[in-house]
């Protein structure tokens, strides 16, 4: 079964971190680019970033450079999105997808994505 699985999620203050993981199985995610999405309340989903084939991050949003990176463990099959300084306009679901290609489109076109995460809720709040 073709899934991906995101854990990591939860609530955190002003200034912390946290690390969302996305495992694929049922596929080779070193094969795919990976992108990260979110909705926040209220709010369309926004793409925030994608991590290519070969490891190259294309940011999608402006407001998560410099505190936000995407890594993967191929080994594994498990993506990574680490958040830094978060804050309270980064609470929102966040979705990892595999993306049809190896290479990050340069716009966050989520109909050429082929498989979504269940979604992780993040919470930044004092």
């Known amino acids: 079964q073709v899934q991906l699985v995101e854990s990591g999620g939860g609530l955190v203050q002003p200034g912390g971190s946290l690390r969302l993981s996305c495992e694929a199985s049922?596929?080779?995610?070193?094969?795919?680019?990976i992108g990260w999405f979110r909705q926040a309340p209220g709010k369309e989903r926004e793409g925030v970033l994608c991590i290519s084939d070969d490891d190259d991050t294309t940011f999608y949003a402006d407001s998560v450079k410099g505190r936000f990176t995407a890594s993967r463990d191929n080994a594994k099959n498990i993506v990574f999105l680490q958040m830094n300084k978060l804050t309270p306009e980064d609470t929102a679901i966040y979705y990892c997808?595999?993306?049809?290609?190896?290479?990050?489109?340069?716009?966050?076109?989520?109909?050429?994505?082929?498989?979504w995460g269940q979604g992780s809720q993040v919470t930044v709040s004092s």
């Open positions: 049922g596929f080779n995610l070193a094969d795919r680019a």
């Open positions: 997808a595999a993306e049809q290609d190896f290479f990050c489109y340069s716009d966050p076109v989520a109909d050429l994505h082929d498989f």
